[in-house]
């Protein structure tokens, strides 16, 4: 019991509580150096209490004089030396090791609104601003429903691309952006604003937002330039019909009770009019309302969406014999999406009756819903090797370079090497998959699932069946090497934000190739294709890019490399067919993009091609020619905006730049001394977090000026090489200056205990 009221035992309590209570009952969150702050403050309070008279003080210390003095705890006293030493070097360590963290870039989300808003013309008074559809109908009539369903039209025309098909902020170029488009289905989102915060946010988008809002970094589109007033509002309300919210308003006045209805069993089957209008409001606007893939944004996607009546479907466990699905393989293509198109995952927001209803519907899109399911069978798979060996690799190699490499390249970035335009059932264009990128594998996730594909193809493309032609081994054996292929990549970065530049001794490589290259560590980037401003590019064919930075005392040296299935440079063979087709190619380019001056502040210059009071530099790289007719193109540009090009230099030898493509991949390599004398110029400096961003032109996609693909801004630092043994030498001091206070007032404590 006495023990209980030791002092020392309830200061360690009261000081254990305070410091649960700073560090994880308090929301938010303090910062780090307050926490420590407010912990000495309590403990010299503490102290002081204990202090106060001499018979409690001595209380209080006795224990310790104990551990310090008392020769009998001898032992105990070396393992509290050792654990004092280690943990104060160890301490000490972590703190002084240099750290990577992207700077903090707090927004907020919803910023306050200004109180009145010019748009069209027009200026609007945002606190009186009504949806004057929803004034002029009532939310069940048809008229209504006819705005609804022209909002959907325009929703899935404009937005569906990064807000997504579910309304749920995925959208298929989503990844590109940070910050991430928004989640309409999310209740702290639309539900909780007016209709006229919606409309200032849609016609003034990303750049319309106040300071807090970063509008330097939102993607979000100024939809004034491209949507009529009219579209806004339709939009507003499909919104808020998907979703099943109501937006706030400012009288809160008493809505009449919607009338209770049974709850409804989800499983329960539904009748065919139930079913056709969960397809017309979840499918129609891409698969068409016939099911015959002509949706109203079908020719804003690549791939098109399924002509489903045709009955025609690439993804199956059925064998090359058979025509058609099984009701499972439909099943796992409407759950879980298909990657890499815009077709999405429907788990979260389709129940099983729904889909089963949908299944059976695409079924009679094709005529094929009296179909014998005995009529399927499935894929004969043979027995998987039990071990993935060198030698099973060997053959897959061989057998891969005979059957696969034709259409997917060397090294398997779907790089057509046979010289052939590959085209599917419709005659669209259509390009091999990218064996190197298994985030755009639709399917496919395992060998077994490689062996179904390549076993039977892909229907209504010129992926051929290999049953007829191959033994089960060999399949097999190229399943396992396929899967290798993956790692010939790197995979996208998520969440970091910050390229680390790698100091190195001797001249900086010009060639893309040199070995060096490979200790810089590499960072992964999703692009997007500009479906923010017109004039708009929806469908590019390079979606990622990876970058490395090395630097020396004096220049930075940035690799970058894009996956490209096409080497479209002026007078190439490939080039040459383009042209006798009518299609007009430009030439492959790469940009990076830099502010021309950093802010000191979190600001920085609009993500696209800056904004007029904070300019950026471009370096600009376009593929030369292959008979040197025509030289590469290396240019330092500058722009303040979109609204127009960019300016080249009169004089851009500050920059040099050199591309090579090989095996479906660029890799270009830019260089520029860290200082220059140019005012306009970017200078960089070692431990500065510097933004940088990229664009890139598929020239055989028709790709130029805004028509690009691009990503967000992120970070390069030069990080300067931190010495080990500097590190290792300030936690062994301070470890050191432990050890020997410990031993001084263990001998001061020592010297007490013989006085007593
Ligand atoms: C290029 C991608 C992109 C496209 C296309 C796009 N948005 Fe956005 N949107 C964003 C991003 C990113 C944000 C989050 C940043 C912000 O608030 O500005 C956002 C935010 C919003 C917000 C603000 C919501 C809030 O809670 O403040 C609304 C409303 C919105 N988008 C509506 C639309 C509509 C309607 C369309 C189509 C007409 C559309 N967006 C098209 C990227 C996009
Ligand atoms: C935003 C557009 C979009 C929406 C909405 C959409 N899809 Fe798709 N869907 C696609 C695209 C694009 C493809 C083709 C992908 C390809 O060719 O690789 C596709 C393909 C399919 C396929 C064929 C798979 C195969 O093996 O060939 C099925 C089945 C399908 N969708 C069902 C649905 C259903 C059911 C819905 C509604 C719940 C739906 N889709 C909604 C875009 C969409
Ligand atoms: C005649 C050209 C051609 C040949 C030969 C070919 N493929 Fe393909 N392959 C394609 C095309 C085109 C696609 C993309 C189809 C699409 O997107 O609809 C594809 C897609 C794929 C996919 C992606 C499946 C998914 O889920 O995304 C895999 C895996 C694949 N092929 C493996 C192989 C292997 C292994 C071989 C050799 C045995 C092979 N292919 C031979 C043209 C070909």
């Known amino acids: 019991m006495s023990l209980l009221k030791h002092p020392l035992l ?61 020769p009998s705890l001898m032992l105990l006293r070396v393992v509290a030396f050792v654990g004092v030493v280690a943990g104060v070097g160890y301490l000490t360590f972590n703190a002084v090791k240099p750290k990577i963290v992207s700077p903090v870039e707090l ?23 009504q949806n004057p559809y929803r004034e002029e109908f009532d939310e069940a009539s048809d008229e209504y429903k006819e705005i609804v369903a022209e909002g959907a039209e325009l929703y899935y025309k404009n937005c569906v691309f990064c807000h997504g098909d579910l309304l749920d902020g995925t959208g298929h170029f989503a990844k590109t952006f940070t910050p991430r488009p928004i989640n309409f289905q999310d209740v702290g989102m639309i539900a909780q ?29 100024v939809w004034e330039e491209m949507l009529q007033e009219d579209d806004v509002w339709k939009i507003i ?6 979703t099943g919210y109501e937006p706030r308003s400012w009288e809160l006045e008493d809505k009449p009770k919607e009338p209770e209805t049974a709850p409804v069993d989800p499983n329960a089957p539904l009748d065919a009019d139930a079913i056709e209008a969960v397809y017309m409001k979840r499918c129609s606007q891409c698969h068409g309302e016939e099911g015959d893939g002509l949706g109203v944004v079908a020719d804003r996607m690549y791939p098109a969406p399924r002509d489903f009546t045709l009955g025609l479907f690439k993804y199956k466990t059925t064998d090359a014999d058979s025509e058609f699905p099984t009701d499972e393989d439909l099943r796992r293509t409407i759950m879980e999406g298909l990657p890499g198109t815009a077709m999405p995952a429907w788990k979260t927001l389709l129940s099983d009756a729904e889909v089963t209803g949908l299944i059976q519907l695409i079924k009679e899109f094709g005529g094929w819903e009296e179909e014998d399911p005995e009529d399927l069978t499935p894929i004969e798979m043979g027995t998987p090797p039990k071990e993935v060996t060198p030698e099973l690799l060997a053959l897959g190699r061989e057998q891969f370079v005979k059957a696969c490499v034709q259409c997917h390249g060397e090294a398997g970035r779907g790089n057509i090497t046979s010289g052939k335009r590959l085209k599917d059932d419709a005659q669209a264009r259509i390009w091999p998959r990218n064996l190197t990128r298994p985030e755009t594998w639709r399917w496919t996730k395992t060998a077994a699932d490689v062996f179904q594909r390549l076993s039977a193809g892909i229907p209504g493309t010129p992926m051929p069946e290999h049953t007829s032609t191959m033994s ?19 995979p996208l970065t998520e969440g970091d934000s910050v390229i680390r530049g790698l100091r190195v001794d001797g001249d900086l490589p010009d060639d893309p190739a040199d070995e060096i290259w490979n200790t810089a560590p590499p960072m992964t980037f999703a692009m997007a294709p500009n479906i923010i401003k017109e004039p708009r590019l929806f469908t590019s064919l390079n979606d990622m890019v ?147 961003a990229f664009a890139d032109w598929d020239g055989l996609n028709g790709e130029e000026g805004l028509r690009q693909a691009f990503t967000a801004w992120y970070w390069v630092l030069l990080e300067p090489e931190e010495n080990p043994n500097r590190i290792m030498a300030i936690a062994a001091a301070a470890a050191a200056l432990a050890g020997l206070l410990f031993i001084g007032i263990a001998i001061a404590a020592r010297r007490r205990y013989n006085n007593v």
């Open 193 to 221: 604003l007016q209709e006229a915060f919606l409309f200032w946010r849609i016609t003034k988008g990303g750049p319309g937002l106040p300071r807090e809002g970063t509008p330097w970094a939102s993607a979000m589109p």
């Open 546 to 692: 990876t970058v490395r930075v090395l630097y020396n005392d004096r220049d930075i040296a940035f690799r970058v490399d894009m996956d490209d299935r096409t080497y479209s440079v002026p007078g190439s063979d490939l080039e040459k067919a383009y042209r006798l087709e009518g299609v007009d190619p430009t030439r492959d380019a790469v940009a990076l993009q830099f502010p021309a001056a950093l802010s000191g502040t979190n600001e920085k210059p609009y993500f696209r091609l800056g904004d007029k009071k904070n300019p950026v530099n471009l370096w600009y790289w376009a593929a030369p020619s292959e008979d040197l007719a025509a030289p590469a193109i290396v240019e330092i540009r500058d722009a303040k905006g979109q609204a127009k090009p960019p300016k080249p230099r009169a004089d851009s030898s500050a920059l040099a730049a050199n591309g090579v493509w090989k095996d479906g991949q660029w890799r270009v390599v830019f260089k520029r001394s860290l200082k220059t004398d140019t005012a306009e110029d970017l200078q960089f400096e070692e431990g500065v977090y510097t933004p940088i």
């Open 107 to 129: 927004r907020t989300v919803h910023p306050a609104p200004p109180s009145s808003l010019k748009a069209y013309g027009k200026t609007y008074d945002l606190l009186k601003l």
């Open 237 to 242: 309300s499909f919104l808020y019909d998907y």
């Open 472 to 490: 089960l081994e060999d399949r097999w054996a190229i399943a396992n090497y396929v899967m290798t292929l993956r790692d010939s990549a790197t």
């Open 10 to 70: 309830w200061s360690a309590i009261v000081l254990g509580g305070l410091y649960t209570v700073f560090a994880y009952v308090l929301n938010p969150p303090i910062p780090q150096a307050l926490l420590i702050w407010y912990m000495s403050i309590c403990s010299v309070a503490v102290l002081l209490v204990v202090t106060f008279d001499n018979k409690t003080a001595a209380r209080f210390f006795a224990p310790l004089l104990a551990l310090f003095g008392a």
